[in-house]
């Protein structure tokens, strides 16, 4: 009984170093600077939706702007990969040719490689290219994710070789069998790795800070850190940080929302 007691215990410290940041985003966004200063955490004296407004009139619509390129960029960018990835996934695990082994292991090995390293290298080719400064060079270089195939791959690796052998009898070619028996099978993995890549291009800020410089162009989570729509530029309106990071959170609790059950 005494430990049961200090595993509760941790898990609601745990839960509450968790949730504090959250609270204090959520009441921050309803109060003014002195009062977000005076009294972070605390409940907002009064319901202010000064700060929303704020945000809506923010340079044009600037940032309701960069909230629809987040969305547009991640949606694309999270369907393209998981297809892309089910796909090599399923040449992976059910196809037989020469080298596969070795070739899945080179590839799965690249995850090792950082993306800083080959960002250098990667500026120069889409500089070449034509498309910096453009929505598909937020969406192009890392669309084939080795992570994604990975995870689809082990997945695929438990649907049955007999149930492929019984569509081959039915004469179904490796297109209908990948999007009539084996797609369906997978579905919790898609569903998961559709919350993950969702997320993970959702909260990209190094890529494309790097290689958009139109403010129009660029995603929501690199204008959102320089929010200020004030005359001071030596200090930044926290509250209005705050009223921007809880627009940011509600598309991905309804990402979640939608696929928690495969998630879960």
């Given at each position: 009984r005494m430990i049961s007691r200090v595993v509760t215990m941790l898990i609601f410290i745990f839960m509450a170093m968790f949730v504090y940041p959250l609270i204090v985003m959520v009441f921050g966004a309803f109060k003014n600077s002195a009062e977000l200063s005076a009294n972070p955490a605390g409940f907002p004296l009064a319901l202010r939706f000064e700060n929303y407004k704020r945000l809506i009139h923010y340079s044009d619509g600037l940032f309701f702007r960069t909230l629809f390129n987040s969305l547009c960029i991640s949606s694309v960018y999270a369907v393209l990969s998981i297809f892309i990835a089910s796909m090599a996934a399923y040449a992976f695990s059910k196809f037989e040719f020469k080298g596969r082994n070795i070739l899945f292991t080179i590839i799965v090995g690249t995850i090792m490689?950082?993306?800083?390293?080959?960002?250098?290298?990667?500026?120069?080719?889409?500089?070449?290219?034509?498309?910096?400064?453009?929505?598909?060079?937020?969406i192009l270089p890392t669309l084939a994710s080795v992570f994604t195939m990975f995870l689809m791959r082990q997945h695929m690796n438990s649907v049955p070789d007999s149930l492929i052998e019984s569509g081959k009898i039915d004469g179904a070619g490796p297109g209908r069998i990948f999007w009539s028996i084996v797609l369906p099978l997978v579905k919790p993995a898609i569903g998961a790795m559709l919350i993950l890549q969702f997320l993970a291009k959702w909260n990209d800020f190094l890529w494309p800070s790097m290689m958009v410089t139109t403010t129009k162009k660029m995603p929501v989570m690199v204008i959102l850190p320089t929010l200020n729509d004030t005359l001071d530029t030596y200090t930044t309106p926290m509250e209005l940080i705050m009223a921007g990071c809880v627009c940011v959170v509600i598309p991905l609790l309804i990402v979640f929302l939608c696929n928690q059950d495969k998630f879960m």
């Open positions: 490689i950082p993306t800083e390293l080959k960002m250098p290298a990667l500026y120069i080719m889409f500089s070449k290219m034509g498309i910096l400064d453009t929505y598909l060079v937020q």
